[in-house]
């Protein structure tokens, strides 16, 4: 029984996977109430799974990019649950590779990516994005470049062109021209699941590589730093 959550974005939530389906995906959204809104919603999802947290054997959580203080409420969150319940260290997933998956699953059976690319964009705020760009293929979306932050006006020319997911593409739609109508702007902790048990299982293209420690993706220097004199 793995639980997943996810607090890269603007969506906080928390989803249990029983290895076959999703059993219950709790989701609320705030971007500045991550540390809040958490814990509540691992409650809400282990009582609609009809679930004691004794019955969760793994943990898993979404290690951004994203903001510093919201991504770092899930991770400790991930840690501390997992420690007091005994269990293996939490497993981290991309967070930009947990929307390309839901674009994937969006798109299957239906013709809903034009293509075989896709970018993931999301706010980084200061006029930035984290981003990283996939190639499309049956089994799942493989990640080829990324993730990275920077003005999305900076993107490669045939990066900003590509069909685009994540929230990116709306907050800068004159350099991000490819934002996909009904694409997912926010992690799901049910797909971050879904994903998390393909890695595992080997069934996805980045089997290999796709799992990470519980460590947060940054990728940039926190503004708050120590003085000269200090």
């Known amino acids: 029984m793995l639980l997943a959550i996810d607090t890269a974005t603007g969506s906080v939530g928390a989803a249990l996977h029983d290895g076959e389906a999703v059993r219950a995906e709790v989701v609320r959204h705030d971007v500045r109430r991550h540390g809040e809104l958490l814990a509540p919603a691992v409650g809400e999802a282990l009582e609609e799974a009809g679930l004691r947290m004794s019955e969760v054997t793994s943990v ?17 969150t991930a840690l501390v649950l997992a420690l007091g319940r005994g ?9 930009l590779d947990a929307l390309a998956h839901a674009a994937h699953l969006g798109a299957a059976g239906a013709p809903g990516i034009p293509g075989p690319g896709l970018l993931v964009a999301t706010d980084a705020r200061r006029r930035e994005v984290y981003w990283a760009r996939y190639e499309m293929t049956p089994s799942g979306a493989r990640r080829v470049a990324g993730p990275a932050v920077g003005p999305a006006s900076g993107l490669p020319e045939d990066v900003r062109v590509l069909p685009t997911v994540g929230r990116g593409g709306l907050l800068y739609p004159q350099a991000l021209t490819g934002q996909l109508d009904g694409g997912p702007l926010d992690v799901s902790p049910g797909v971050l699941a879904d994903l998390a048990v393909r890695l595992r299982d080997g069934t996805h293209p980045d089997s290999a590589t796709g799992l990470l420690p519980p460590e947060p993706l940054y990728l940039r220097r926190p503004d708050a730093v120590e003085t000269r004199a200090r």
Do not use: I, N
């Open 87 to 95: 269990l293996p260290a939490p497993q981290g997933v991309c967070s």
């Open 60 to 76: 898993v959580c979404g290690v951004g990019p994203g903001p510093f203080t919201g991504l770092r409420v899930g991770v400790v």
